[in-house]
């Protein structure tokens, strides 16, 4: 963790999630007691159809909620597309952009990641910009380097600590149960905040929330959340069990 720095835990439900499973939100907002709110923040991520209900269910209880994606455009003929203002007026405070599902299974260049992080910027929205290296290229020693030109692509020129969170999510750690090892995930962070550094400023790069996501549970949160440079998480599988999410949160209240 960065004392400096309040933690993030962010839950993103994928293509998960009908009307019932609201209860899953009203759950995780019943364990989102006193203690937690004095150290963690949390949002949770449903998907687009849920997002409005979400966010209404979870009023006054100081958990945000975010979209999983947004268009680069503001609004028009882009039939099936979502924009960061219709997600704000969803109710949304984050939007996670540059997902590796997104960047595999939908060909999202760093570029495109990057408008759209701009995009959410620019409806006041904080992107969750997610950054990380496949299997092939971590075994190839080419990790950092990846990862600092997806970082040199993907973040909006003049972010600051309050207008953007990045997660380091290592492509192969995603879904798979596997995760790296504390030395590995330092090493990344710590080159993350510096290349951040050279892009948006030193002054600035120092406060923006680095999440560590790719098979976070409760057994090894503690030992990811300690790292040095590890501002929270972004949980995917684990944050559709209210008790596995407010676990993970409560590791991060150190
Ligand atoms: C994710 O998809 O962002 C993620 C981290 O998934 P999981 O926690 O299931 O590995």
């Known amino acids: 963790m960065t004392r400096s720095i309040r933690p993030l835990v962010a839950g993103?439900?994928?293509?998960?999630g009908l009307k019932a499973d609201l209860a899953i939100a009203a759950e995780v907002a019943k364990g989102y007691d006193a203690a937690l709110k004095r150290g963690v923040d949390i949002a949770i991520c449903p998907p687009a159809t849920l997002l409005f209900t979400t966010s209404a269910t979870l009023?006054?209880?100081?958990?945000?909620?975010?979209?999983?994606d947004c268009s680069t455009q503001g609004s028009g003929a882009f039939t099936g597309e979502l924009s960061a203002a219709m997600l704000a007026d969803a109710?949304?405070?984050?939007?996670?952009?540059?997902?590796?599902?997104?960047?595999?299974?939908?060909?999202e260049?760093?570029?495109?990641?990057?408008?759209k992080a701009e995009a959410a910027q620019k409806a006041l929205l904080v992107p969750i910009v997610c950054v990380?290296?496949?299997?092939?290229?971590?075994?190839?020693?080419?990790?950092?380097?990846?990862?600092?030109?997806?970082?040199?692509?993907?973040?909006?020129?003049?972010?600051?600590?309050?207008?953007?969170?990045?997660?380091?999510?290592?492509?192969?750690?995603?879904?798979?149960?596997?995760?790296?090892?504390?030395?590995?995930?330092?090493?990344?962070?710590?080159a993350i905040r510096t290349e951040l550094g050279l892009l948006i400023g030193k002054a600035a790069a120092a406060g923006v929330r680095l999440l560590y996501g790719g098979?976070?549970?409760p057994?090894?949160?503690?030992?990811?959340?300690?790292?040095?440079h590890v501002d929270g998480a972004l949980v995917g599988g684990a944050s559709l069990k209210a008790e596995e999410f407010l676990a993970i949160a409560r590791a991060c209240n150190g």
Not at 12 to 16: A, S, V, Y
Not at 91 to 107: D, K, N, P, Q, Y
């Open 132 to 190: 990380g290296e496949t299997k092939g290229e971590r075994e190839a020693g080419k990790a950092l380097a990846i990862v600092e030109e997806q970082l040199r692509g993907s973040i909006p020129e003049g972010s600051t600590a309050g207008t953007l969170v990045v997660a380091y999510e290592p492509v192969w750690a995603i879904g798979t149960g596997l995760t790296p090892t504390a030395a590995d995930v330092a090493e990344m962070h710590a």
């Open 59 to 68: 009023i006054g209880t100081r958990i945000a909620t975010g979209g999983q």
């Open 109 to 115: 260049s760093n570029a495109t990641v990057k408008a």
């Open 12 to 16: 993103n439900w994928k293509m998960n």
């Open 91 to 107: 109710g949304a405070s984050f939007c996670i952009v540059g997902h590796s599902e997104r960047r595999t299974l939908h060909g």
């Open 219 to 228: 057994s090894n949160a503690a030992e990811l959340m300690n790292v040095a």
């Open 215 to 217: 098979s976070v549970k």
